[in-house]
């Protein structure tokens, strides 16, 4: 019931074209259903008050009725999937918060990370300084920018009340702009397959007002523990059914290394390693080059840097040269 009865702005948008949608194919389906249990109570073989035509294939009228119905539909459908696709693209700024509420010009949207670990959700607030775990609180009638990834395998982002889902993927960021409306408790979770503790990836999603949601703020500041890259490494360990956990403070380049791939001791981050920088040391190294010299003396070498002279031949696989050993010979 919350996909149809959401209470998030983008929701309830994603309903009316669901719902829009399904009413338009209803036109075609429920006149085809009942025509098909007409036809055949009418023509039955025992009915012989009716007109028969075996000959009958063809009536012009028939077949403009037929065709121009379905075609007015899809054509109704590619329009409404059209705009609702620019409208509501997850990475675009919202135009509005409510109907008939625009987004204020200068009002900025409240940033969210979002990591999906095995088998929970963390969430990290910079603006806040604050990360959380299978916990999420949001302000009514603010916008949303969440920064999605994931630590290891693909995931799906989904909060049914608030918006579509969207694909956390390791290495990679995706972006979902959404905006809840009405206060209360709602569920969140992981839609997509990821593991033998994929079942137990759920999430509360709490709706507050504007000082409801600083009071969250100030009693998760108030633990005193500090998310750091060697307590991420011990969070990021597989574990099922995790209880809600709050930090006081996180490292405001958290997500950007679990994004790059370079949160392990040594690691060098993916982006690095295309610029030819050990981001994860703070040292430069070269570039990687296609280097095709001959290695130092004392080191064999392989195949495509000999010449043709020294590389010889070999018997090819049923020739009678073949030097493969027989049954007898093992």
């Not at 009942?34 to 055949?40: E, N, P, V």
């Not at 409801?212 to 108030?222: I, K, M």
């Amino acid at each position: 019931m919350q996909v149809l009865a959401p209470s998030g702005d983008v929701a309830r948008q994603q309903a009316h074209i669901l719902t829009v949608s399904t009413l338009l194919m209803l036109v075609i389906i429920l006149p085809v259903m009942a025509l098909t249990i007409f036809f055949a109570w009418r023509y039955r073989a025992s009915n012989d008050t009716v007109e028969h035509k075996p000959d009958w294939d063809h009536s012009t009228s028939l077949e403009l009725i037929i065709w121009s119905a379905p075609l007015l539909i899809i054509i109704m459908l590619g329009a409404i999937t059209w705009i609702s696709t620019h409208t509501l693209d997850p990475y675009r700024r919202l135009g509005r918060i409510a109907p008939g509420q625009p987004v204020a010009a200068k009002t900025a949207p409240l940033e969210i990370d979002v990591v999906a670990l095995d088998w929970k959700w963390l969430f990290i607030y910079p603006e806040q300084g604050i990360a959380t775990v299978n916990q999420l609180a949001l302000p009514l009638n603010r916008e949303v920018r969440f920064r999605i990834t994931s630590s290891s395998v693909m995931n799906s982002f989904y909060i049914p009340a608030l918006a579509g889902q969207i694909y956390a993927m390791p290495g990679m960021e995706t972006k979902l702009h959404a905006v809840l409306n009405k206060p209360g408790r709602f569920e969140g979770f992981s839609a997509n397959y990821s593991g033998a503790g994929f079942s137990g990836m759920h999430f509360t999603v709490d709706g507050v007002d504007d000082a409801g949601f600083a009071r969250w703020v100030a009693h998760a500041r108030a633990g005193g523990a500090k998310l750091d890259l060697p307590v991420y490494r011990v969070l990021a360990r597989p574990s099922e059914n995790v209880k809600p956990l709050r930090w006081a403070a996180a490292d405001p380049k958290l997500f950007d290394r679990i994004v790059r791939m370079c949160t392990e001791p040594g690691a060098t981050c993916a982006t690095d390693m295309h610029m030819g920088t050990a981001g994860a040391a703070g040292q430069s190294m070269p570039a990687p080059v296609n280097d095709n010299s001959r290695p130092p003396a004392g080191e064999p070498e392989g195949a495509l840097l000999r010449s043709g002279s020294e590389k010889g031949t070999a018997p090819r696989a049923g020739s009678p040269n073949d030097a493969r050993r027989s049954p007898s010979q093992n």
